[in-house]
């Protein structure tokens, strides 16, 4: 599809809405050349109103749509938010008329749907009149709508004493015992990067104690961990043991009210492991099978079936973990409908606290085939989520928290379903961004939040583990300024 602008520059908010409608269509921004579909959108300004026309040609129909919003006495973030809004509206209303099902998020894009829930609540609307708002300005379905005011209930729910004085932490581990396929994460694969293992837990402990000690002398605690990856469970016991005893030497756990560890693939979970695991002090753990169909398995790389999956959840259940999560994906290559309710319902009858159902996100910047092939799979997720909608609630499992990825095929959305008071206080945290969350490791984005203003900041360590080895005393730095920042 072609586009053009005129009068406003809003590329990122116009390409958004086009990609969420049309996920398998290349975005040219150029002049009408009859050769192709075609958007205009044009704002004009008059008076203190801004006013967006839209006209879009799709297959051979032309729809045109108008909307208006004040911009008197709006600074310029909040214009250019407003602008934003209605400039997504326009081109919703020409083009979801033309497609077969309009996506389920209807005009709302953005990552954090229960957050905007939230903020609507602050700003004394009732939990209905952002159900009406959701339908009726951004067509949002009742279900998604139900979705997103649920999450933001526990979020809220999260927030219950609360300390300003407390943090979260996560630890990364950028290691795998082989790539998958669809993997969006940088992480090496042992095979390649065997050697780096030993020196980036060295480094990793020298960042934990660092932090501990900035964090021990600004009288902060930690109210949750995380260890997360790549998968941590690449590590030996040992590591492992040696990294949680670090971690649990630095940090001030008075507050403490959650540790995970993600053991991730099963080809890589032991009982010394999970053993050590546990008496490292994490409670939380999550072993992901993603699918339960050994096909599904084979082919998007996994080097374990669905066999090892059931073992290493029977083994965790006998190392005692309060809760244990397991990650599910819709959309993955060789799934279908039928193989996906199928692992729904083995995970449901191994009976986990936790089960996390994503969507596979086909990129902007992957290739046309690609996006030609996801967007084909529409119906068949849309199936699947559904399924998992249905069957989770029936199973005594509830939506706890919630997040869409940017600029993904379809914008469907990842939910965490949990067993009643088992969720997951960290993804609360990190997707609700209700509490400063420090990072440790390659690529751990360190994300400070200030919950008067709302306003985040964050400091990004190097991505690669070969250069955050050689990045230490710098990286303390950058977490010292971003602390500090806040007292300044
Ligand atoms: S286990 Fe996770 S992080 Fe590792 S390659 Fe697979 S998807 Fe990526």
């Known amino acids: 599809m072609n586009y053009t602008l005129i009068g406003h520059d809003l590329i990122h908010a116009a390409e958004e809405m086009l990609f969420q409608l049309l996920p398998a269509a290349l975005l040219r921004r150029q002049e009408d050349d009859g050769t192709d579909d075609f958007c205009c959108s044009a704002l004009t300004e008059r008076d203190g109103v801004m006013t967006v026309q839209t006209e879009t040609r799709l297959a051979g129909v032309t729809r045109t749509s108008t909307r208006t919003a004040e911009s008197t006495g709006l600074d310029e973030m909040a214009r250019k938010r407003a602008l934003s809004e209605i400039v997504k509206l326009g081109i919703y209303d020409t083009v979801a008329p033309g497609l077969q099902t309009p996506p389920d998020w209807g005009a709302l894009t953005g990552v954090r749907p229960a957050k905007l829930v939230r903020s609507l609540l602050h700003r004394g609307m009732t939990r209905g009149q952002v159900a009406e708002q959701f339908r009726d300005r951004y067509f949002v379905s009742p279900a998604r709508t139900a979705l997103a005011v649920r999450c933001a209930a526990y979020a809220e729910q999260a927030l219950d004493g609360l300390g300003e004085d407390e943090v979260s932490l996560y630890l990364g581990i950028p290691f795998c015992p082989s790539r998958c396929a669809y993997c969006s994460f940088v992480s090496s694969s042992i095979e390649k990067s065997a050697g780096l293992i030993e020196p980036y837990v060295d480094a990793l402990c020298a960042d934990v104690q660092g932090t501990g000690a900035l964090l021990r002398e600004m009288g902060k605690k930690v ?67 993603q699918t339960m169909n050994d096909e599904v398995l084979a082919r998007i790389g996994r080097r374990h079936s669905a066999d090892d999956v059931v073992r290493a959840y029977e083994q965790a259940r006998s190392a005692g973990f309060r809760v244990i999560n397991m990650d599910t994906i819709a959309g993955l290559d060789g799934d279908t409908p039928e193989s996906f309710a199928e692992t729904i319902t083995k995970l449901i009858a191994l009976d986990p606290e936790n089960i996390t159902v994503h969507t596979l996100a086909i990129k902007r910047g992957a290739d046309l085939s690609d996006r030609a092939g996801n967007a084909a799979q529409h119906d068949a997720v ?74 985040i900041t964050r400091f990004t360590p190097p991505k690669y583990p070969r250069e955050y080895l050689e990045a230490g005393e710098r990286i303390q730095a950058g977490k010292r300024r971003l602390l500090r920042e806040s007292e300044d």
């Open 223 to 289: 109210t949750s961990i995380y260890i997360g990856g790549g998968t941590p469970t690449t590590l030996s016991a040992d590591q492992l043991a040696r990294l949680m005893d670090v971690t649990a030497k630095a940090m001030d756990f008075s507050a403490l009210r959650e540790y995970t560890v993600e053991a991730g693939r099963p080809d890589t979970i032991t009982p010394e492991k999970l053993h050590a695991i546990r008496a490292g002090g994490a409670d939380r753990v999550s072993i992901n099978p």
């Open 382 to 455: 849309r199936q699947m989520l559904d399924f998992a909608m249905e069957h989770l609630p029936r199973a005594g499992y509830g939506p706890y928290y919630l997040y869409r990825q940017k600029f993904s095929a379809g914008g469907f959305e990842n939910v965490g379903w949990c067993k009643p008071d088992t969720e997951s206080f960290y993804n609360i945290a990190m997707m609700e961004e209700i509490q400063t969350i420090l990072s440790c490791g390659a690529g751990g984005v360190s994300k400070r939040v200030d919950r008067d203003t709302g306003r």
